[in-house]
Structures are given as structure tokens and as C-alpha cells.
């Protein structure tokens, strides 16, 4: 199954190494059109405005926290079904089961290799794509 | 510091007339004397002094010095100690990598130099070059692990010297060090700490209840149904 490479991705994360590098990686997979935030209280300004297709989140930053980010997109009307994916040094069972209740479309927990990330993100496209079918 | 009692006057003269007198093992007696009730002053004093700090370290509360002494500081050693070791691990896998790109680019040189003999082997050889530089690069870069690693073991020092100080001043305050409990928190707190973020779980204590790796992750998600 082919992901449509022209997608709006936004990479929010506190620290600018690792959105380079989940920039740098998604680069690799082919993707080229990419937003950043340093915190889920920067991004949501973002998201609202709709522009984007994916969301790339890390959980713990000082003002808003990935979780809350996502439970944000999840309950706003016309952001509810932006794809999700979570990167984070979180790894509590307690932590990824309240992910998942939360309606998160992936959770990958840091440190991670550029295989994982192509194949969660994968896993992440056609879960939607079968959803449209479906609808 | 002033004492409240009196100084015993008599005590004074009659020391006096021994020391006039030369009778000096009679003096050293009467200063004895003298001294013997200041003394027991300052030892009162101080008692009086270690049962108030020992009655203010009963009185604190969770978040408290007692608490702070027996797990804070040993935690944040153990997170110390993970850097350095992290730190050194992304250092050795990067010299690796450098010394194997540096090997092939040998054999590239070799290969290369093999087939296209002709075309423009000084060009080439330039780029080779720049890339041998680069890498060499990467490796001097690596130095970095020394530096932050003497500075690490320092800041371990200088937290375990903390540690002896308070553990000894709660020794003082006749405390029982190996009788503070544990972090008591609810689970309440304990949700709320999660929903923020704790970050990698690294002591031997956070590990309960984490997943270790993707492929307990993956296990804990198709359970979840995902």
C-alpha cells in the first residue's frame, strides 16, 4: 500500500534533535512537506488550522503534553480523525493503555529505528484507508 | 550565649586563697567545681537543642528532608549514572560506524580507481577525501564523552557527599535512617504524574509496570485489541 508521500506532516517535540531526527527519517521514507512545534501549546494553534494530515507528537513537554494534544484533536469536530502517531520515552502499561483510550493511531517509544517508524506509520495509513473504505 | 546561673562566690574566694596560698591541687578542685556547673549548662543546652530538631523532623512532612535524603538523591545518582552510560554507548556505536565507513571507503578508492582509470581520478580523490574528513570529523566530535563524563562523576560526588551530610544530620537529630518509609503516594498522584510525563524510566524502581522495548509495546497494543 503506497502512503500518499505529498502529506502535511507537523513533528512536535521539546527537543530539536529528535525533531530533526523524525524529520530526518521521515525524509528518508520519502515525505518532504513538514511543520515543527517545541510543545502541544504551540501546536495547537497549528493543528486547528487544519493544515495537517499527520501529527507526529513526543508526550512529555513543560506546557502541554502530547496526551493532551491528542485528546484535544480527537474531541475538536473537524480534527477528530487526523492520524496520531505518538514517539515517546513514556512506557508505563498504565501510560500506552490511557494512549490508547485516548484514540491514539500509533505509539512508538523512544529509542526507535528507522524500520519501526516506517512500519508503524504504514500500519497508521492503512488503518485509515480502510476506515474511508469502510465509511 | 549566656548561661543563667549564678556564678558561686564563695566558690571564687576560696579558690583564690588556694591560689595564694600555692595550695595548687586544692585550686584545680575548687575550678572543677566551678566549671562543672557550666558544663552541665552547655550540655543541657545542647540536649534541649538536639530534642527540638528531632522534634521538627517529626513534625515534617512527605516531602520532606528524611524523604528527599533516602530516595531523591540515590535516584538522581542512578540517573547520573545513566547518562554517562548512554552517553558512552552512542559514542562507541558512532566511532564504529566512522572506522567501518573509513574502511570501505578504502575499498572504494581501490575499486574505483581499478575501473575508471582515464576518466577523472583527481576529482575523485577529492571527494574521497572530503569524506575521510568528514568522517574523521565524526570521530574527533566523539571527545565530547570525556569531557561530560568527568563532569557527570563530579556532580555523582558532589550528590553523594550531600547524601553523607544529611544522612549524619539525621543520625544527630537521633533519627532512624533505615526506619524512613517509602514514598507513599496515592494513586491519584501517581496518575497525575504519568499524565505529565516522567521520562525514561532508568532506576531499577521505575522499570515496574514499563514496557522494556517496540516488541513489548507491540505485545501490550494487539492485547489492547490495536
Redesign the interface.
Same mark, same amino acid.
Given at each position: 500500500m503506497q502512503v500518499n508521500r505529498e502529506i502535511n506532516i507537523l513533528v512536535v517535540d521539546d527537543f530539536s534533535t529528535m525533531r530533526k531526527i523524525v524529520k530526518d527519517l521521515l525524509r528518508e521514507l520519502g515525505f518532504h512537506h513538514f511543520d515543527e512545534a517545541d510543545d502541544g501549546a504551540t501546536a495547537w494553534p497549528m493543528v486547528q488550522t487544519g493544515k495537517y494530515d499527520f501529527i507526529v507528537s513526543d508526550?512529555?513537554?513543560p506546557e502541554m %503534553?502530547?496526551?493532551d494534544l491528542l485528546r484535544r484533536v480527537r474531541t475538536d469536530e473537524n480534527l477528530k480523525d487526523t492520524p496520531f502517531l505518538l514517539i %515517546?520515552?513514556?512506557?508505563?502499561?498504565?501510560?500506552?493503555?490511557?494512549a %490508547?483510550q485516548s484514540g491514539v493511531d500509533g505509539?512508538?517509544?523512544?529509542p526507535?529505528t528507522a524500520a %519501526?517508524l516506517n512500519s508503524k506509520i504504514h500500519k497508521i495509513f492503512e488503518r485509515v484507508a480502510e476506515r474511508k473504505n469502510s465509511e | 550565649m549566656t548561661f543563667s546561673t549564678q556564678i558561686d562566690q564563695n566558690l571564687v574566694k576560696l579558690l583564690l586563697e588556694a591560689l595564694e596560698s600555692g595550695e595548687l591541687s586544692q585550686a584545680g578542685v575548687l575550678l572543677d567545681e566551678l566549671t562543672k556547673v557550666r558544663e552541665s549548662e552547655l550540655y543541657q543546652r545542647v540536649s534541649e537543642l538536639t530534642q527540638n530538631l528531632h522534634q521538627t523532623l517529626d513534625g515534617l512532612n512527605d516531602s520532606s528532608l528524611l524523604l528527599q535524603t533516602k530516595h531523591d538523591i540515590p535516584d538522581a545518582s542512578e540517573r547520573l549514572e545513566y547518562v554517562i552510560n548512554t552517553t558512552a554507548e552512542a559514542s562507541n556505536k558512532t566511532l564504529e560506524s566512522a572506522e567501518n565507513a573509513l574502511n570501505l571507503m578504502s575499498s572504494l578508492q581501490e575499486a574505483t580507481f581499478k575501473s575508471i582509470a582515464g576518466s577523472d581520478p583527481e576529482n575523485l580523490q577529492n571527494m574521497i577525501s572530503q569524506i575521510n574528513s568528514e568522517l574523521t570529523e565524526i570521530m574527533l566530535a566523539q571527545s565530547f564523552q570525556d569531557l561530560t563524563g568527568q563532569v557527570l562523576n563530579r556532580v555523582i560526588m558532589i550528590i553523594s557527599s550531600l547524601e553523607q551530610s544529611l544522612i549524619h544530620l539525621i543520625d544527630q537529630s537521633v533519627h532512624d535512617y533505615s526506619a524512613i518509609p517509602d514514598r507513599d503516594k496515592s494513586a491519584e498522584e501517581k496518575s497525575s504524574d504519568e499524565m505529565k510525563g516522567v521520562g525514561p524510566n532508568v532506576t531499577a524502581k521505575s522499570k515496574n509496570g514499563s514496557t522494556q522495548s517496540q516488541a513489548e509495546v507491540d505485545d501490550l497494543l494487539s492485547d489492547l485489541g490495536f
Open positions: 508526550w512529555n513537554m %503534553t502530547g496526551i %515517546t520515552a513514556e512506557a508505563k502499561r498504565s501510560q500506552i493503555l490511557e %490508547t505509539y512508538i517509544v523512544k526507535f %519501526t | -
